[in-house]
């Protein structure tokens, strides 16, 4: 994700805690970030794609976020590119084997669970990607693979495998994926963010 400002980052950064904590000062920040690997990995990941844009961060502070990156990656086990275009408020609820593909595109208040791909699929030669909407959740071990559409206020089941565009708020299961009703991620989606911030 391209952050033209500093002030962008920030608020993304307190969008991501504030999906963790319901909170975005200062002391929850420094907890959070010592406390929960989801986030730390989240954290440092936003602070490495501002940073690598930037010609004298790039080579002064970028390997430092790297570094912690990394590290962080091997606790979470997540495998997400700091540039991957994902929107404000992500939340990693469990950690493990979350592969995110590079190209993907995540909207806003996106909750990723243990096992989860979003992956890519290649037809005649073309390379196909999916894009979430805003206010999902993807339970464990969900499949999200190549040029499909996830809309809004979704809630993919565990373990399901989604190959279709699945419509705004639609709760879906099964291999293939399908729509079971239109009841939306509801409760699933855990402190979703609205922009504003709670002291």
């Known amino acids: 994700m391209y952050f033209p400002n500093k002030q962008t980052r920030d608020e993304t950064i307190r969008a991501d805690l504030f999906r963790y904590t319901g909170r975005t000062d200062r002391r929850s920040m420094r907890k959070c970030r010592r406390k929960s690997a989801g986030f730390r990995f989240t954290y440092y990941m936003r602070m490495c794609a501002y940073a690598r844009e930037r010609t004298l961060l790039k080579y002064t502070l970028y390997p430092f976020y790297k570094l912690r990156k990394n590290r962080a ?117 855990l402190n979703p963010y609205t922009g504003k911030d709670v002291p």
Do not use: W
Request: charged share 10%; hydrophobic share 45%.
């Open 73 to 189: 990656c091997g606790k979470v086990g997540a495998e997400i590119f700091e540039l991957t275009q994902i929107g404000k408020g992500l939340h990693i609820a469990h950690s493990g084997c979350i592969v995110v593909h590079s190209g993907a595109v995540l909207g806003d208040n996106v909750s990723l669970s243990q096992g989860v791909t979003i992956g890519q699929t290649i037809k005649d030669g073309k390379v196909l990607l999916p894009v979430i909407g805003n206010n999902v959740y993807l339970a464990p071990g969900a499949k999200v693979i190549g040029g499909v559409h996830v809309g809004d206020n979704v809630a993919v089941g565990a373990n399901a495998v989604v190959t279709h565009d699945v419509p705004s708020g639609a709760v879906v299961a099964g291999v293939p994926a399908r729509v079971l009703h239109m009841g939306g991620a509801g409760d699933y989606l």
